[in-house]
């Protein structure tokens, strides 16, 4: 393994541990955007800021308006004064296809995950748009 592959993996990780923070029951996910080797932003599924921290209803099903890690890590940006242009995306699942929509129109150009999710359009969407997608299993 390389010395950017080392970096991925390292970062990918940084990533798992932060999901950590989720409250989600079913599926804690975390993510990490970095730009010229500085995590710029951060983010895990859970509840909009407000809400109570639990993310499933009472039939286990996860709860409509629960933010992925993704999108967290996305907005989060935007009430800061960083910008994501070129900058890699670290997430522990595959996106799906909202969030990938999300990460195309944020400038990110790399996105590395670790878990394949069970639909495979978000990762095709990002193929097409011309991101780097890369599997990288911990």
């Not at 079913?26 to 509840?47: C, E, F, H, P, W």
């Not at 929509?101 to 978000?122: N, P, S």
Request: net charge neutral; aromatic share 6%; proline share 2%.
């Amino acid at each position: 393994m390389g010395k950017k592959e080392d970096l991925d993996m390292r970062y990918l990780r940084m990533a798992q541990i932060w999901s950590e923070n989720s409250y989600c029951k079913r599926r804690q996910v975390g993510a990490l955007i970095v730009k010229d080797k500085m995590i710029i932003s951060d983010g895990y599924n859970g509840t909009p800021s407000g809400f109570e921290n639990i993310c499933e209803d009472d039939n286990n099903v996860t709860k409509p308006y629960v933010l992925h890690a993704e999108a967290n890590a996305i907005t989060k940006i935007a009430r800061s004064g960083n910008n994501s242009e070129g900058s890699t995306l670290y997430v522990t699942d595959a996106p799906c296809i909202e969030c990938s929509k999300l990460i195309i129109q944020a400038g990110i150009k790399r996105v590395i995950y670790a878990r394949e999710y069970r639909l495979t359009d978000g990762a095709d969407l990002l193929r097409m748009a011309g991101i780097e997608v890369i599997h990288l299993s911990l």
